[in-house]
C-alpha cells in the first residue's frame, strides 16, 4: 500500500501564500506520480497538479497555472504544493494522490491521503 499524508494547509488572506507538503510512503512509492487535486464545497474534485517521478515534467490545471507549482523530493518521498497569489476560489479540501494518471482532460489518482484544508479569506 501506499501512504500519504499532508500537511500545511490553514487559513491565508487573498493574495497570500501558502506551502503544502505530501509525505508519501509505502511499497513501489518511487515509480508513482504524485499530484494534487482538491475538492471545494459542493464542487467534485478536481485536478490540480502532477509531476513526473523525474521531476521534469510537471501538468497543472488551467485554474492555477502561474500560481501553484509542484515539486518533489525523492530523497523524501515528499511532493510540495507551492501556492502563491491564493483567491478565495482556491478554497478547497486539497488531496495528495500518488500514480496519478491522465487520459484526456480526465485525472484521477490511485492512492490518496487525508486532505488538508486550505481556506482563502476575501
Known amino acids: 500500500q501506499v501512504q500519504l499524508v499532508e500537511s500545511g494547509g490553514g487559513l491565508v488572506q487573498a493574495g497570500g501564500s501558502l506551502r503544502l507538503s505530501c509525505a508519501a510512503s509505502?511499497?513501489?512509492?518511487?515509480?508513482?506520480?504524485l499530484g494534487w487535486f482538491r475538492q471545494a464545497p459542493g464542487k467534485e474534485r478536481e485536478f490540480v497538479a502532477r509531476?513526473?517521478?523525474?521531476?521534469?515534467?510537471?501538468d497543472y490545471a488551467d485554474s492555477v497555472k502561474g500560481r501553484f507549482t509542484i515539486s518533489r523530493d525523492n530523497a523524501k518521498n515528499t511532493v510540495y504544493l507551492q501556492m502563491n497569489s491564493l483567491k478565495p476560489d482556491d478554497t478547497a479540501v486539497y488531496y495528495c494522490a500518488s500514480d496519478v494518471r491522465s487520459a484526456g482532460s480526465n485525472w484521477w489518482g490511485g492512492y490518496w491521503g487525508q486532505g488538508t484544508q486550505v481556506t482563502v479569506s476575501s
Open positions: 509531476i513526473s517521478w523525474s521531476g521534469v515534467n510537471t
Open positions: 509505502g511499497r513501489t512509492i518511487r515509480t508513482y506520480t
